[in-house]
């Protein structure tokens, strides 16, 4: 029943997930069996940015809904945040990368319109990068480390960017989860 209904003005959202789910722009589309746009509170002040999905997140069409999902849930209580309570939750791809593979940076590039519409729509008033392939989509030009990047205020269209590790891999890593910690605290 909102004015744009009425004037026939397609809801941004729901133009940005239809094109989302309808893209065929690189070739990760292809072997997808759900996108995953992405989820939570579209008015957020906390943006969180990830790498794509995995077979769960494939699966169910949701983000972070694997194991890597349940540590991101740790991370978020750590800062007194909840899963889609002023929280919103993306990633540099929306389809799955054959066997959970690192999307190329192509790939990264053909999805970046995506996000970029995504951060205008949400505005967020800060955004945590988690891990190498969520830098790479804000930032390409990037060649350092991310241990020289991290828990740093770095700022991305006038918003404040923090970048931290990625919750997969601090569960490979886990002597590593006390930055991650130290940088979410710090993004708070
Ligand atoms: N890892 C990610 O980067 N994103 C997801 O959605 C799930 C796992």
Redesign the pocket.
Same mark, same amino acid.
């Given at each position: 029943g909102t004015e744009s209904d009425r004037s026939g003005v397609a809801d941004p959202w729901d133009a940005l997930e239809s094109e989302i789910r309808t893209c065929t722009a690189c070739p990760l589309h292809q072997h997808r069996r759900h996108v995953?746009p992405g989820f939570g509170d579209r008015n957020a002040e906390w943006l969180f940015i990830?790498? +794509?999905?995995?077979a769960?997140?494939d699966a169910q069409g949701?983000?972070?809904?694997?194991q890597?999902?349940k540590l991101?849930d740790q991370m978020l209580r750590a800062i007194d945040l909840v899963r889609g309570e002023n929280v919103y939750?993306a990633?540099?791809v929306k389809c799955r990368p054959p066997g959970n593979r690192t999307p190329e940076p192509g790939e990264i590039a053909a999805c970046r319109p995506f996000l970029l519409r995504q951060i205008a729509l949400i505005r967020p008033r800060i955004i945590i990068l988690? +891990?190498r392939?969520?830098l790479h989509a804000l930032f390409p030009s990037f060649r350092g480390s991310m241990a020289s990047i991290r828990g740093q205020c770095l700022e991305f269209q006038g918003i404040p960017v923090v970048v931290t590790y990625?919750?997969?891999y601090l569960l490979r890593n886990l002597p590593e989860k006390a930055k991650a910690w130290e940088d979410l605290l710090f993004a708070r």
């Open positions: 995953v990830g790498e +794509g999905p995995g769960e997140e949701l983000p972070f809904v694997g890597a999902g991101l939750i990633n540099a988690l +891990g392939s969520a990625h919750p997969a």
